[in-house]
């Protein structure tokens, strides 16, 4: 329940964040509430180059950053080519079992190590047609991981780029694209994955054929423009199609275990 009531404060800060300065305010408060230090919110490129067009937010020690951007290793991070090869969050621990580690990454691993930044989680951030990115917690070296506190960095992480993406977007004065509109049918499907239910359990529960069920999903992954479920969730979250109330409702018959 802590964690029901964390997520939907920091989901409701992000909704509110009307300048990139709000949502500093919300990262730090939400970094420190999981138990990190610093925290990065950024597309994978060169930033410098990107003159402001990219994405970046972050509260790393400013000399860290500095060398970071002037050897524009936001490309060749290896932090962010793992996260390349998957879509959920890592810690960087485990950096090693996802990309092939080559000499000049332990050695920028090493200079984060001596800047003050030691172990890390990272959540990706794919979105069809953008650049990728992600959103990272990290703490000073020697400070232990908060495991406990992982499955919320994810959502805080997903949740904070999707709002970085709409203040970008507004300051470059873009139009934010028409709200995508499911039906009532696949907003059940996406409901019930939502709550962590399977294809052939949530046709159980509606009473519909499990390729029904698929494809109910796959329609509303293409309305939000996404290929992952999760993704497509939190983004039904932050447009209100569903609600955290919707998720956590115990008023109804789980199918049996």
């Not at 409701?12 to 300065?21: D, I, T």
């Not at 499955?151 to 997903?158: E, I, R, Y």
């Not at 039904?236 to 109804?252: A, V």
Request: glycine share 8%; aromatic share 10%; charged share 20%.
């Amino acid at each position: 329940m802590r964690m029901h009531s964390m997520a939907t404060q920091f989901m409701r800060l992000v909704e509110a964040a009307a300048n990139a300065g709000d949502l500093t305010a919300a990262m730090a408060a939400v970094t420190d509430q999981l138990g990190f230090q610093y925290f990065a919110l950024t597309h994978h490129v060169d930033i410098v180059a990107a003159s402001g067009t990219a994405i970046r937010l972050h509260n790393y020690p400013a000399h860290w950053a500095d060398y970071y951007d002037r050897n524009a290793l936001g490309v060749s991070d290896p932090v962010h080519r793992a996260s390349h090869m998957t879509s959920v969050g890592f810690p960087w621990s485990r950096m090693s079992e996802m990309i092939p580690m080559t000499r000049e990454d332990h050695r920028v691993l090493a200079l984060g190590r001596n800047q003050g930044i030691g172990d890390g989680f990272t959540v990706p951030a794919h979105v069809p047609g953008e650049a990728r990115g992600s959103c990272s917690f990290a703490n000073e070296a020697g400070r232990p991981m908060p495991y406990e506190m992982l499955p919320l960095a994810q959502l805080a992480g997903m949740f904070a780029f999707e709002g970085a993406r709409r203040l970008w977007a507004m300051r470059a004065g873009l139009q934010t694209p028409p709200r995508p509109i499911l039906t009532d049918r696949q907003r059940d499907c996406v409901l019930w994955v939502a709550r962590g239910k399977s294809d052939w359990e949530i046709s159980h529960i509606l009473g519909i054929g499990e390729e029904t069920v698929a494809r109910h999903i796959k329609q509303a992954c293409e309305r939000y423009g996404v290929s992952k479920r999760t993704y497509l969730v939190i983004l039904t979250l932050f447009d209100g199609t569903l609600t955290f109330s919707d998720i956590f409702r115990r008023r109804y018959h789980p199918f049996p275990e």
